[in-house]
């Protein structure tokens, strides 16, 4: 026959703090983690008869990854593609530092005095 278990409640409610604290922390980590947000760029190659990668002017064989993240650099570069950044802020849905919202002041007359009111724009990309 199996016996129960007699277990002390602080002995539970430790564990309980100690897996949250673990999963409070991996979660924090993950969150910071760095990415880039969703950005199209195109890249070319020469190859070969025999589909090998021509080298560059300089002599240098570029592989696709560093094909692709030139290119990304030089979108982010121009202005095309957002900056990598945190992934909590994609969580939040932030599409890139060119779209957060800035305050504007509109004035218009109406009747006797001027009214101000404060409006949320997001400025031309």
Known sequence: MISPRVVNPRQLLFVACAVAALAVVIL??????????????????????????????????WSDKELADRA??????????????????????????????????LRWRSGSGVRCRRALTSPAV
């Open 72 to 105: 990304y650099k030089q979108a982010v570069d121009s202005g095309r593609c957002g900056p990598p950044r945190p992934r909590w802020q994609q969580w939040l849905g932030w599409l890139s530092s060119h779209a957060v919202p800035v305050a504007v002041n």
């Open 28 to 61: 924090g980590w993950y969150a910071a983690q760095t990415v880039r947000p969703d950005c199209v760029v195109g890249i070319s190659k020469l190859t070969d008869g025999n589909g090998h990668t021509l080298p560059d002017v300089d002599g240098r064989v």
